[in-house]
């Protein structure tokens, strides 16, 4: 006789939670980053014409911001380790409400400007970022690691995306730079509200990454089903720096960040002081931001079938291309497609930058390696808003910014081909 199969209900333990967890981070990035943080691309320049400080004067609070943001980032990933990732968020998202309202209502002088956004909203991000969420994603995905940080790290530019015509319309409508602080507020309480339903590890729901168990035939497959290196190994930070491969990756990051913090803190001005008016000049940021919104996922779902380096070597060579288009602006069309260019390598340098780290260090170092990497080149990239500002003070332009930058950018694509899987050194 033929037995009868049995049909039973899914247990709710094999519904993999990794998905949802992505989801509830994706709100927070959204909301914390892609709307907070990106506001201030369209109310910086409203601050600088309103109260009539000078440029460079004005971004020392940008690159104060980077600087501490920087300095944060490794207190965040031991926080991160020590406490985990949930509370992490909650603190630095409770920090970014403050810092909103306080920008909203107290921030009449350049110092108190300088203050708030430079050590007060650095705080905020650093501890309610990108350490805590990226750490988060790579403990619950590792075959679909890449996927997992692009679809999570699109949420920061569809938010910068919609951020600008919004807080464009919200100063406008509103009269004055201190409504769209105030409305960056309600963004920030909408971050903290998903926070309390974030799970830092699989095993606190007795799960694994990827939803696969240890010993399985699908765990057996688990390195080799993909021509992508990951290591089955843990590396310790002080190993990490002393492999070239390390100090590679900062440099291909530094390609696109640094002409970042010229576009966003000085993008606006450069193209107003070229006669496009400012909704034309928010629109190009606006298109920037969508392009790295949009770029992210398939660059992540490209980053685990494709060979990383061969990406980045891409996305660079694009993002040279695209800065010199914002630099001589031929015309609002080309420059609408320069944002969605450059956007689109900056967000997927973002997504394979992390993926690659994890996949080359691993995933339980990830937190610590990355806490290092980050800072190292938001050090070095916050001069840039600072530097730009005063030598457009000096030159009446931002043609050297320009050139500096190209080349830069140009020279980490180049990088982009030598970079390699790092190699462990015998120990004696």
């Not at 949930?86 to 920008?103: D, H, K, P």
């Not at 769209?180 to 799960?207: K, S, Y």
């Not at 960040?257 to 002081?273: I, S």
Request: charge should be neutral.
């Amino acid at each position: 006789m033929t037995p009868i199969p049995v049909v039973s209900s899914v247990p709710a333990a094999a519904i993999f939670f990794g998905w949802k967890n992505l989801g509830l981070l994706f709100g927070v990035y959204l909301f914390a980053v892609g709307f907070v943080y990106y506001s201030f691309n369209v109310i910086f320049p409203e601050m600088v014409r309103e109260t009539g400080w000078k440029r460079g004067d004005a971004s020392w609070a940008q690159t104060l911001h980077g600087l501490l943001f920087a300095a944060f980032l490794p207190f965040a990933a031991l926080t991160t380790n020590r406490i985990g990732a949930r509370r992490t968020i909650a603190i630095g998202v409770s920090v970014l409400i403050a810092g909103c309202i306080l920008l909203g209502t107290v921030a009449q002088s350049i110092f108190a400007w300088t203050f708030l956004w430079g050590v007060v909203m650095a705080f905020g991000l650093a501890f309610g970022g990108v350490i805590p969420i990226q750490t988060t994603v790579a403990q619950w995905f590792s075959l679909r690691r890449a996927t997992a940080i692009g679809v999570v790290m699109s949420a920061a530019g569809l938010g910068g995306f919609l951020a600008q015509p919004l807080f464009t319309w919200v100063m406008q409508t509103f009269n004055g730079w201190q409504s769209g602080w105030l409305a960056a507020t309600g963004f920030a309480v909408l971050a903290i509200c998903l926070v309390g339903w974030v799970v830092n590890h699989p095993e606190d729901r007795g799960e694994h990454a990827d939803g696969i168990a240890p010993g399985t035939e699908a765990d057996a497959l688990r390195y080799g089903s993909r021509p992508i290196y990951r290591t089955q190994d843990t590396w310790t930070l002080a190993e990490a720096l002393r492999t070239p491969t390390l100090w590679l990756l900062i440099v291909l990051f530094l390609g696109t960040v640094m002409p970042l913090y010229l576009l966003l803190v000085h993008g606006v001005l450069h193209l107003t002081d070229l006669d496009y008016d400012r909704m034309q000049a928010a629109s190009v940021l606006s298109f920037m931001l969508a392009g790295s919104a949009c770029a992210r996922f398939p660059i992540g779902w490209l980053g685990d079938r494709l060979e990383p380096r061969l990406l980045l070597f891409g996305l660079l060579v694009v993002a040279a291309i695209a800065l010199g288009l914002v630099w001589k602006a031929p015309g609002l069309g080309w420059l609408l497609l320069a944002g969605v260019l450059f956007g689109a390598a900056y967000g997927g340098t973002l997504v394979l930058i992390p993926a690659v780290i994890a996949n080359y260090f691993g995933a339980a170092s990830f937190a610590s390696i990355n806490g290092f990497v980050f800072p190292v080149q938001l050090v070095i990239a916050s001069a840039v808003p600072v530097g730009a500002g005063y030598l457009a003070d000096l030159t009446g332009s931002y043609d050297a910014a320009f050139i500096g930058l190209t080349g830069f950018t140009i020279l980490a694509a180049a990088c982009a081909l030598t970079t390699r899987p790092p190699t462990r050194q015998a120990r004696t």
